[in-house]
Structures are given as C-alpha cells and as structure tokens.
C-alpha cells in the first residue's frame, strides 16, 4: 500500500475534522524549512559515520530511462503513405521507499519522504543504500502532531540519544527497543527499536509548536506507529517529475519527496557517484530564484545559466507547470544539460 492511499483510506471518516487552512499548511511549510535548515539528532548521529560502507537495503525501481517506444497515431488501416508516429512520452516513475507505515494517528497528512546514502555505496548498485525517513504533520481539529520515522542503519539500540530525557527499555512488536517521552520538551514521544537488518528505527512523535498533546497520546501513539511498520514494505510514493537516463557514472544517491504544504508537491534528487560531495542538485524552484543569461533549450523549454566561480546552475523554465527546475552542481554545463535533457517531465 503507498503513503497516499494509506492516508486517504485510513483518514477518510476523518477529514471533516480536519481544516484546510493556510494556517496549517504554513505551520507544514515552517516544519519542513526547519527540518531542512537543522539536521536532526538522529539523522546527525548517522552522518557521522560518513565514511562507513552502508548495508544494502531492498532492491527498488529507481533511475529508469525514458523510453524510446513508437505509437500509431493513425485510428486504422490505410491504403496511402504510413501512419504519422510519434515517440511515446515516458511516465514518471513511483520511488520505492524501503518500509511501509501501517498506521498514523487520524488526521489530514502531509508528508515529506526522504530517501539518502550518506557516503556508502554498493559496488555496481545504482539504488541508494542508506534508507529512509518519513515526516508527517498530523492535523486533527486544533491538533497537529509531528511524526518522524526514519532508519538508523549505523545507529544501534544501545547508542540511543534523546532530546528530551534518559530513555527505558521496551518491546513493541516483538522488537527490543529504549524509549522516552517527554509530552512538553522538545522531544515529546522518542523510542529506538531494533531494526531486522541491523541498527535501529526511530519514531518520534510530537506535538507541532502553539498544540498540546497529553504524554500518554503521545507514548500510545508512538507504539502504535513503530509497531505496525513492515520490513522490507512496499510504499511508493509520486514525484513531480521524474530522473532519466544520466550520463555514465552518475546516478540517483537521494531524493525527497513532499506532498501538501502550500506550495503543493515538491521533489528533489541528489545525483553523482553517491561517494564524492558535493552531489548535482535537481530540485523544484521558486520562480522569483531564476536569473543568468539565456540558454539552450531544453525539451521545449528556455533556460537561464547561472555560472559562480564554477558552480554552475541551468534553470529550465516551466518544468514543472508554472514552477521551474534547477539542474546545480560544480560540474561542466555540458553535464548539467545531459541530466535536463533526459528529465521526465509532467505531461
């Protein structure tokens, strides 16, 4: 089941509680900038150990190519010259993410699914071997909650650190674990468990800044959503727009996937040897960022190229429907424009 029917089919006797105001959907915007701008602890924790070969996780349909496939556009047989073809416009493909939620607390959902390989790389692979993270906001009436569930692949039960205070030991699902609530810190609701590949899963749930959630909506919460995660899972979650073909020795390290917020969905991927910093950004963009001078068209589309002491940025203008896509990074241009001209984009 993907995140998004998983959250229409569980929340649907739900949705009249929930209010669909540019109040909240700030408040998702205001989340996701912070969780951006600030790592995590725990994520923090994980990018420490950089340097470290991480263990593969489960295969994943990723970095498929746009095909070249022909289709008639002719409505039947004829006697004169052949049907006129055209080339078929590839769809965007679903991003597998290596578990599944089984269960969130009731309310409208928005969500931000993050996939990364932190410096590890499997030899031959071209799939990103770290893990992922889900975060959601949770609005129900006047309550929002913060759900965090991410992989601690490098991180193991006995390392745990939390934001809120000392933590005791738990079985939840049939998997040991430590745990620690703390309804009004910063951490309300936190618990490592130990992960069936080795590691430790964390679920935090909190509640968001300015709403009130009793310690013990908190804890029952938390269990629930660390209980009924499934390993390997099979979620998949929708991009705006979709990677192609890239150039040799490049591929997908990381992408982020956000649905809802007021901006809509936003979707962005980190591309390169998954091993060498910095990464090539492809990322939806604010209109008001474009600037530089004109380039090469791209799929139809003009461009702008913005060139700071070699690292460069090709704007496609309209990618997105109205939004455009930036293709950054410190290489050549030729290399920038070989990743645009093979994105899948809206139809």
């Known amino acids: 089941m993907d995140i998004e029917n998983l959250i229409k089919d569980t929340f649907t006797a739900h949705e009249h509680d929930a209010p669909d105001s540019d109040q909240v959907l700030a408040a998702t915007r205001q989340r996701l900038d912070r969780r951006r701008a600030v790592v995590s602890r725990p994520l923090a924790a994980a990018a420490g150990v950089v340097l470290l070969a991480l263990a593969a996780v489960a295969v994943v349909a990723l970095n498929r190519p746009a095909h070249d496939d022909q289709v008639a556009t002719g409505a039947g047989p004829t006697s004169g010259p052949a049907a006129v073809t055209a080339p078929a416009k590839a769809a965007i493909a679903e991003l597998a993410m290596p578990y599944s939620l089984g269960w969130l607390p ?163 991927y980190s591309v390169g040897t998954c091993s060498t910093l910095p990464p090539i950004q492809v990322r939806i963009g604010e209109a008001g960022q474009v600037r530089g001078t004109e380039g090469q068209p791209v799929q139809g589309h003009a461009t702008r190229c913005v060139d700071e002491n070699g690292y460069r940025t090709l704007w496609i203008l309209k990618a997105v429907h109205d939004a455009p896509i930036a293709v950054a990074g410190p290489g050549a241009q030729a290399e920038l424009y070989a990743i645009a001209d093979h994105l899948v984009l809206p139809r």
């Open 106 to 268: 009731p309310g409208k959902a928005d969500y931000l699914a993050h996939r990364i390989n932190v410096g590890g790389s499997a030899a031959g692979s071209d799939k990103p071997v770290y893990g992922g993270e889900y975060m959601l906001t949770v609005t129900s009436g006047r309550q929002v909650l913060l759900v965090d569930v991410q992989e601690m692949r490098t991180v193991p039960v006995e390392q745990a650190a939390f934001k809120s205070g000392p933590g005791q030991h738990v079985t939840i699902g049939g998997r040991a674990g430590v745990e620690s609530s703390h309804s009004g810190g910063p951490g309300g609701y936190e618990v490592y468990l130990t992960h069936p590949g080795g590691g430790s899963l964390y679920v935090n749930v909190a509640a968001q800044p300015g709403s009130t959630a009793s310690a013990q909506q908190l804890i029952d919460a938390g269990r629930r959503v660390a209980e009924n995660v499934a390993f390997p899972g099979t979620t998949t979650v929708t991009p705006a727009f979709g990677l192609g073909k890239l150039p040799d020795g490049l591929r997908m390290c990381a992408f982020d996937v956000e649905q809802g917020g007021p901006d809509g969905s936003r979707t962005s």
